[in-house]
């Protein structure tokens, strides 16, 4: 059952591409409108939302702070995303006109669904972004957009990732449209390039041998940390949080502009760090201001793997190892910036000998809060 591969999450990660598309299948139509149907929530009412409010856990979350960039660029509706943990517990202000997305990919998270419970009790209107049919989140949520994922069964998510980022653009893209939002050009190039990004996803996967053997080459590192900017940074917490929990490693993730307001003391002679650089096309200053991260860290040793997108020549002179990614719209970049994260995470955890499908500690659903 796992399709001829070592390990489920190597399955996984290979699927990504038919996720991802099956995610997009029969929500944009010729002409580039959405049509999603299962998003019960009235038109009249999500004109109405004056906030939005996600709420998800571990890698959801990452989507979810990637969602919320999303949201507030397409659609200038005020966006929070919070650790569904820490929400309920904090008095958060939740109304009538306050959209909550709660993203789960087994839908049975405790925290997630506790947090979405609160939310109801104030008024706020739940939907539900999730991977598993009939599971408790969507059913008690107002309603659901599902993930077509399929089953993931490795403890470490990989596709159902890609497809939450996938479900998260497209509830992004469907508020601006009922909502009238002025649809320009960037619009129209993010829904024509989406329809075409399984294929982008599925040229990283074909480039993966090197990230391995790098992947291998470090096997007996004790720390590896994670750069990243802007969309960049939840793939920099992404990357980190997969090889915690896969390689046991201590590994953290940092937003680029904090380094010099403390972490940059870390960096020390042939401390691995991967750097996520945005597209040198879209916000081309945090593209500059990256680069010259990447030089301060190898100035002071740090060994560098920079993900950057093909083309991108500043950063050559300043990667000791480069992994090419191909270009996208600035929002749409983590779909191809993190498999290569998942990738390099599962190759050092069968390095170090660990188990890829269960790691120590964890469960696959986390159903106690
Ligand atoms: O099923 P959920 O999406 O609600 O799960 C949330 C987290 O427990 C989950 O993403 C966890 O962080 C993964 N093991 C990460 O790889």
Known sequence: EKGGYDYFMLKEIA?????VADTLLGRIDASGLLTLDEVRIPA???????????????????????????????????CETELASEFRYRDPILDQRTLVIAISQSGETMDTLMALR?????????????????????RESDAVLYTHAGPEV???????????????????????QVRGTKWGDEIEA???????????????????????????????KDTVLFLGRHV???VALEGALKLKELAYMHAEGFAAGELKHGPIALIEEDLPVVVVVPSPRGRSVLHDKIVSNIQEIRARGARTIVIAEEGDEA?????????????????LQPLVATVPLQVFACELATARGNEVDQPRNLAKSVTVE
């Open 15 to 19: 699927e990504q591409p038919k996720a």
């Open 44 to 78: 009249s009412v999500l004109r109405e939302v004056d906030k939005v409010v996600i709420v998800a856990c571990g890698t959801a979350y990452h989507a979810g702070m990637i969602a919320k960039l999303a949201i507030e660029h397409w659609t200038r509706i005020p």
């Open 118 to 138: 609160h939310a109801r009790e104030q008024g706020a209107r739940v939907l539900a972004v999730c991977n598993t049919n009939g599971s408790t989140i969507p």
């Open 154 to 176: 490795a403890v470490a998510s990989t596709k159902a990732f890609l497809t939450q980022l996938v479900a998260c653009y497209l509830v992004a893209l469907y508020l601006g």
């Open 190 to 220: 993010v829904i024509r390039e989406l329809s075409d990004i399984a294929a982008a996803v599925d040229r990283v996967l074909e480039t993966m041998e090197p990230v391995r053997a790098l992947a291998r080459s470090l096997a007996d």
């Open 232 to 234: 960049g940074y939840p």
């Open 315 to 331: 950063v050559v002179p300043y990667a000791d190892h480069l992994i090419r990614i191909p270009a996208t719209p600035t929002l």
